[in-house]
């Protein structure tokens, strides 16, 4: 991953997060909790494909995992959202931009609830059988609902600015400039030196010929 997109992801994930522990977990909704780290890894897997959002998902999921009041094993949800940013990046549009807002909301519904039989999963793998007496049906239910409300609000901001960061301005006003000047040359390495070489010959061509009517003229005054 390049270095703006790495300052990018870290930046939205510690926001996310803080405002996952200190305002939507205070909130004592019924069953789950909207999960605005998920939607943030799902926002920016959807720009940077399955590669960077795999990253982004298992960086995220390891400082929730490390965030307190965390009550669960380190690695846990960090495993859950490597998985959902892989999966979330495969969904990634056409050069990452949205044609329907039925895509990502069915992205969002499936990271919902895929996340928490997955974390739900690996509790069980472990001892940990919290979800069964919660009742994984409401948390499944629960989770989609708030997840799908939330979404709105933060995927496409999440992926209006990374596609904005992503681009270089300064890049692709150099490149155009270059083009503009040389729009023949640019798609061979050896255009400007043979640009060059021929105004040569022409300047050559010229004074020969120049020099040649100026032997005529003189024998004809002869």
């Known amino acids: 991953m390049r270095l703006n997109r790495m300052l990018l992801s870290t930046a939205l994930v510690v926001v996310a997060l803080v405002i996952q522990v200190s305002v939507l977990a205070r909130l004592h909704l019924p069953g789950a909790v909207p999960d605005l780290v998920l939607l943030t890894v799902v926002g920016l897997a ?17 400082l ?4 307190p009041p965390a009550d669960h094993a380190a690695g846990r949800y960090a495993l ?35 996340s928490t039989l997955l974390y739900a999963g690996v509790g069980a793998l472990v001892g940990d059988t919290a979800a069964r007496h919660v009742g994984l049906t409401s948390l499944l239910v629960t989770a989609a609902v708030y997840d799908l409300l939330l979404a709105p609000f933060v995927v ?54 120049m020099a040649r009517a100026g032997r005529i003229k003189g024998v004809k005054r002869l």
Request: charged share 15%.
């Open 80 to 114: 859950v959202l490597c998985v959902i940013g892989y999966l979330a990046g495969l969904a990634r549009p056409e050069n990452g931009r949205l044609k329907s807002a039925s895509g990502p909301m069915a992205v969002v519904a499936a990271a919902a609830v895929g």
């Open 156 to 209: 496409p901001g999440m992926m209006a600015l990374a596609r904005r960061i992503d681009n270089d301005p300064l890049a692709e006003a150099g490149s155009a400039k270059a083009a503009d000047v040389s729009p023949g040359w640019l798609s061979s390495g050896t255009g400007l030196r043979i640009g060059s070489q021929r105004g040569v010959l022409r300047v050559r061509a010229a004074k020969a010929r």
């Open 46 to 62: 959807m720009v940077y494909g399955h590669v960077g959002g795999c990253l982004i998902g298992f960086g995220a999921g390891l």
């Open 64 to 67: 929730s995992d490390l965030a």
